[in-house]
């Protein structure tokens, strides 16, 4: 449960600053006090999430598990001596490649591995 916010700071700005910080609050799809709030507090904004990002997020999702599906059974195939066209070290690269990008879409920050 998110706490109750009940305390309030005020400041002085010029009409000029103002209205650029409602601008840049609009521009990240925040109100003021959330702008305000995420650079004091986190020192950042978080990233504007598209409809765009959205879809692209989902759909490596759907690539990632497809290629879940392919490395096993070209390991598989492998084993039995039989020939691969794509090396599966490349496809496991692909699919870190893009396990990546979907946490950068997603903000999630990841440990190296």
Known sequence: ?????RCRIEFRISPSERDRLLALAAEA???VSDYLRDIAINGKVP???T???IRT?????KVGNS???VVPLMQS???RGQAVNMPPQLV???HNVLQQIRAEIAGIKRAKS
């Open 1 to 5: 449960m998110t706490p109750q916010k």
């Open 29 to 31: 799809g925040l109100n």
């Open 47 to 49: 990233p504007v999430t």
């Open 51 to 53: 409809d765009v990002a």
């Open 57 to 61: 997020y989902w759909e490596l999702g």
């Open 67 to 69: 290629l879940n599906l």
């Open 77 to 79: 195939a492998l084993q």
């Open 92 to 94: 496991r690269d692909l």
